[in-house]
């Protein structure tokens, strides 16, 4: 049977789009940006129907103080090991990452970098390659690979709360 269910929202080439477990139920969520609208949806599909339904929104194209731009890059995983996904984001043009957890009503930043450019001692850089998986441990880890030179660095979160630097290399 075709699901003739839709979201009221014109896909764009610059919307970005992560699947997680945010909110900690049975089954994935979908974080979406419009780069059109501006909006940023935490969508969840068929919980009380078979329709897609707004768990969360906000109309200024902001999650927890991070204002999303097209060139941004994130990334869905549980980083902190406690059973539901964060958000890892990087932006490319300013060097800002940062990793966020939904909350409930609304994300919260656990880990912000401060335009450092680094997570611990790595250098981000958008044409690294970047891979979530639980490499080692338990939790999900930030698997990241340099473009020119193939070094690469499997990076764990730790989560020290009065800690100005949460990542470390594994």
């Known amino acids: 049977m075709l699901n003739k269910n839709r979201i009221e929202q014109r896909i764009d080439e610059d919307d970005l789009y992560v699947v997680g477990n945010f909110n900690g139920g049975d ?6 940006f419009s780069s059109e609208t501006n909006k940023v949806h935490l ?3 068929g919980k009380n129907s078979d329709k ?11 999650i927890g ?3 999303f731009d097209t060139d941004d890059r994130f ?7 406690d059973g539901v996904d964060e958000v890892f984001l990087f932006s490319p043009s300013s060097d800002w990452a940062s990793l966020f957890s939904y909350e ?3 994300f919260e930043a656990i880990w912000i970098n401060e335009g450092s450019g ?3 001692y790595w250098g981000l850089d958008y044409r690294d390659l970047y891979l979530i998986g639980t490499f080692y441990g338990v939790q999900d880890n930030l698997l990241t690979i340099n473009y020119s030179d193939g070094w690469s660095h499997l990076i764990n979160y730790i989560g020290l709360p009065a800690h100005p630097s949460n990542y470390k290399n594994s």
């Open 65 to 67: 103080g991070w204002n």
């Open 43 to 45: 969508l969840i599909f």
């Open 104 to 106: 409930g009503t609304d």
């Open 75 to 81: 990334f869905a995983g549980d980083f902190d090991g």
């Open 27 to 32: 089954g994935d969520d979908l974080l979406a």
């Open 118 to 120: 680094t997570i611990h």
């Open 52 to 62: 897609w339904q707004s768990l969360w929104q906000n109309e200024n194209g902001m």
